[in-house]
């Protein structure tokens, strides 16, 4: 059996403010394999990797630019020039619309002084990471929300092939997976490049059936489903009887999915049991440690 792929959802984001370069760095120091970067869009055409299509949840922007908010009540980061964001700090996420945390227990929010950066940014310290550690950790980015985004003059999904590009990940064994939910936009997208895609699925589309796995299977190269897709299920075999790689999410050691009693048995039924060829996982150090246990070298 393959070892399967540690996958940082976020960076080392039980340990670090998600997405900040230096819960980038905790998690190429634990040993992941990948990085996981969500990207949305700027109002000056920038991406930053940033998991929201609003600011308030993860930053200070309430307090920093408290008139900017729209009717919806909400601070849209493409309402926002890259030079204003980067007066905003970023910290521990909170329950949507409060200012408690979304998980208690992680980093305290407040505590530290951490930004947001651009793709090109993060890109560019992976690779002088990769170079002063001698790895050559992965990158994992995800197009947000590909059709607002579009509602909103931004075609995305190139502007993220064109950084990509820059970066020198163009081609199917370059280091980098590319995900996203929309199937249309991966469709869109497997004409533009050669990066191996990946069909993001949630739990409310239920488990595909055979025909979707074939259909998806002409575009993408693998699915990174809902963890409830997999759990007790035969989703993983099945993508992989249509050639298709399975890397689910998102393995919690604090909010581990219903009937599973420890972070251990988790990824014993998903990576042991099931055969998924990696898992994106708030915890890498944790992931790392189980693989090394249960996947010995040479296996
Ligand atoms: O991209 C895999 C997983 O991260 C999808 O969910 O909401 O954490 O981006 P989300
Ligand atoms: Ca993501």
Not at 14 to 23: D, Q
Request: hydrophobic content about 40%; charged content about 25%; some cysteine.
């Amino acid at each position: 059996m393959q070892r399967p792929l540690v996958i940082a959802h976020r960076g080392a984001s039980g340990y670090l403010p998600e997405h900040t370069l230096a819960a980038k760095a905790l998690a190429a120091g634990m040993g992941a394999d990948y990085l996981e970067q969500d990207v949305v869009a700027t109002r000056d055409g920038a991406l930053i990797v940033f998991h929201d299509l609003t600011l308030e949840d993860t930053t200070d922007v309430r307090d920093r630019y408290p008139t900017r908010a729209r009717s919806d009540g909400h601070w849209y980061a493409i309402d926002f020039t890259l030079e204003e964001i980067r007066r905003l700090s970023a910290g521990e996420r909170r329950q949507a619309g409060t200012t408690r945390p979304r998980f208690t227990g992680r980093y305290p929010d407040g505590a530290g002084r951490f930004g947001i950066v651009t793709l090109d940014e993060e890109l560019a310290f992976i690779r002088g990471l990769n170079r002063s550690s001698g790895r050559a950790i992965g990158i994992y980015p995800e197009i947000k929300d590909p059709g607002w985004h579009r509602l909103q003059g931004v075609e995305i999904g190139d502007r993220l092939l064109e950084v990509l590009t820059a970066h020198g990940y163009s081609t199917a064994a370059c280091g980098a997976y590319l995900q996203c939910f929309d199937a249309e936009e991966l469709q869109r997208l497997r004409g533009r490049t050669d990066l191996p895609l990946i069909q993001l699925l949630d739990s409310a589309g239920g488990i595909p059936s055979a025909h979707s796995l074939r259909q998806l299977a002409s575009y993408a190269q693998g699915i990174g489903p809902s963890l409830k897709l997999v759990l007790g299920s035969r989703l993983v075999a099945e993508a992989h009887g249509e050639g298709l790689l399975v890397h689910p999410y998102t393995a919690r050691r604090d909010d581990l999915p219903p009937g599973v009693h420890s972070f251990d048995q988790l990824l014993q039924q998903v990576l042991a049991d099931a055969g998924s060829d990696g898992v994106f996982t708030d915890f890498p150090d944790l992931v790392v440690d189980f693989i090394r246990r249960r996947f010995p070298a040479g296996e």
